[in-house]
């Protein structure tokens, strides 16, 4: 069984960091995309960062410069380091995984969220 647990949100100030962490459990996902989605309240879930298997990295407009996705295969674990945060960036951050190696548009396994609150 596929388990995916995010950790690292939190309450900081406009113009702070966070740094988000996901560890998947039950399979390796050494070569597989992963990535992280947001859902802000009254709005629909949207992507935020992915990397493919072959540590390529992929951003929204609004997260690109800075945030930045890494991972730790041998943890197999997914990064997000967030800075110059916003309050529009509130929302709550989940982890996703893919089943193949490329970023796309079709999650196969999803996190139980962890709450990012900016305050102005």
């Known amino acids: 069984q596929v388990q995916l647990v995010e950790s690292g949100g939190g309450l900081v100030q406009a113009g702070g960091s966070l740094r988000l962490s996901c560890v998947a459990s039950g399979r390796r996902f050494s070569i597989n995309a992963m990535g992280w989605y947001r859902q802000a309240p009254g709005k629909e879930r949207e992507f935020v960062a992915g990397i493919d298997g072959g540590r390529s990295t992929y951003y929204t407009t609004s997260a690109k410069g800075r945030f930045t996705i890494s991972r730790d295969n041998a943890k197999n674990t997914v990064y997000l380091q967030m800075n110059i945060l916003k309050p529009a960036d509130t929302a709550i951050y989940y982890c996703?995984?893919?089943?193949?190696?490329?970023?796309?548009?079709?999650?196969?396994?999803w996190g139980q969220g962890t709450q990012v609150t900016v305050s102005s």
């Open positions: 996703a995984a893919y089943s193949g190696p490329a970023v796309v548009r079709t999650v196969d396994y």
